[in-house]
């Protein structure tokens, strides 16, 4: 008897956290308003190439590893994208209001964009808050699975994609906030 009350249990434990997810899920869904909209939840997590370096402008290398512990949002793009332009300065101020202890925003140059011209958009585009990160060859774009830019990827702590955006969005916007702020939230 003693079996059956505690198989019992564990089934309840398990059905109310994927219920607990669903409704997380579908809290989230709820926040999702404007160019927003076209943000992907994965059901499940998805592991990333947390250990394929890119470099910062001092030729330092990084991995989507050394972020782990945050919520992130990784951008891939490329200075002649003109999606990329668009959107840039809403990362930046999305970086500005909420980076931190919990959350980053990783911009992170793809498709054999070079350094200069990285700084240079960076400068005339206005953005301030963000680092230059490169990814010279694609390699970390290509095992992403990036076929277009720009492309947005939500980490969670543990470094798992939880959600994709493929084109520009408003990241500034009290959607995308709500949005972020509540990932944040669910992993803390």
């Given at each position: 008897m003693k079996f059956r009350t505690l198989l019992?249990?564990?089934m309840l434990l398990t059905a109310n956290a994927a219920w607990a997810d669903t409704a997380a899920m579908a809290?989230?869904?709820?926040?999702?308003?404007g160019t927003l909209k076209k943000l992907a939840l994965h059901s499940e997590?998805?592991?990333?190439?947390r250990d394929l370096p890119f470099v910062d402008v001092d030729g330092a290398p990084h991995t989507l590893a050394d972020y782990e512990g945050k919520v992130v949002v990784v951008n891939f793009w490329a200075t002649w994208c003109a999606p990329c332009r668009k959107?840039?300065?809403?990362?930046?101020?999305?970086?500005a209001e909420m980076g931190g202890e919990d959350f980053v925003v990783v911009p992170i140059a793809t498709l054999r964009t070079k350094q200069m011209a990285a700084i240079k958009f960076f400068e005339d585009i206005g953005v301030e808050q963000l680092p230059v990160l490169l990814d010279e060859n694609g390699d970390l774009a290509r095992a992403s699975g990036v076929m277009g830019l720009p492309v947005t990827l939500v980490?969670?702590?543990?470094?798992?994609?939880?959600?994709?955006?493929?084109?520009?969005?408003e990241w500034d916007s009290q959607s995308a906030k709500a949005i972020l702020s509540r990932v944040i939230d669910a992993g803390s």
């Open positions: 019992y249990a564990a809290q989230i869904e709820a926040l999702k308003e997590p998805r592991s990333v190439p959107e840039m300065p809403a990362l930046d101020a999305l970086q980490l969670d702590r543990e470094g798992n994609e939880i959600a994709r955006m493929m084109g520009d969005a």
